[in-house]
Nanobody, 129 residues
Framework: QLQLVESGGGLVQPGGSLRLSCAAS????????IGWFRQAPGKEREGVAC????????TDADSVKGRFTISRDNAKSTVYLQMNSLKPEDTAVYYC??????????????????????WGQGTQVTVSS
């Protein structure tokens, strides 16, 4: 069974950068689209970014456009989320998830949590001075 482990979270000052990693074990990532989601205290979980199986499609939430970049290295079974110009409102637990749904695999669409089969445990990102 596919297992996902996030890493790279931590405390950073506003304007700083972090790179999150999502590493797979138990199975390779190359058959899945991978999404990053986040959940801030008292808020619902929201989608942040997605990368298709072939890396031909990526999607970003409006709140992170131009600041966050998702990428994947299938040889390493790892997906990355590069986060720049971080803001206090980016503070949340960040989760990666894998989807084998055909349209998500191909185009990261629709952006529906229920279509993601496997989830990591999350990594905390705190943006504060």
């Amino acid at each position: 069974q596919l297992q996902l482990v996030e890493s790279g979270g931590g405390l950073v000052q506003p304007g700083g950068s972090l790179r999150l990693s999502c590493a797979a074990s138990g199975y390779t990532l190359h058959n899945y689209a991978i999404g990053w989601f986040r959940q801030a205290p008292g808020k619902e979980r929201e989608g942040v970014a997605c990368i298709s199986r072939s890396a031909g499609y990526t999607t970003d939430a409006d709140s992170v456009k131009g600041r966050f970049t998702i990428s994947r290295d299938n040889a390493k079974s790892t997906v990355y989320l590069q986060m720049n110009s971080l803001k206090p409102e980016d503070t949340a637990v960040y989760y990666c998830a894998a989807s084998s749904h055909p349209s998500v695999q191909a185009m990261c669409a629709p952006p529906t949590e229920k279509l993601y089969n496997y989830w990591g445990q999350g990594t905390q990102v705190t943006v504060s001075s």
